[in-house]
């Protein structure tokens, strides 16, 4: 039995739907963000594997993988420096976004 990973599933999706007949923009528009959730997802779940999992193997007991995930996701999310969002990490980012959306939420609410 083979089994199908997320992106496959999504493209195989999006395939049927054009081949139906959808219109391309409307199919585009709907399945084009389930691929790029798909390919995200694979590529999240590559790079945990290559840079914890593999690399740091091999594991003895689920506690100590599970604590080693733990450790990663924060360092991914709160100490990795991520050169296209100006060398901070993605949590800085994101904080900074919706510090900024609160700001002009309260200026377009207050003129």
Known sequence: MRFATKTQIALQQLHALLTQGAPHHCVLADA????????????????YKAELIHRRGPWKTRESVELATLQWVHWFNHTRLLKPIGGIPPAEAEANYWRQLAKETILVVST
């Open 32 to 47: 084009g963000y389930g691929v790029d959730n798909a390919f995200r997802h694979e590529t999240i779940n590559g790079l």
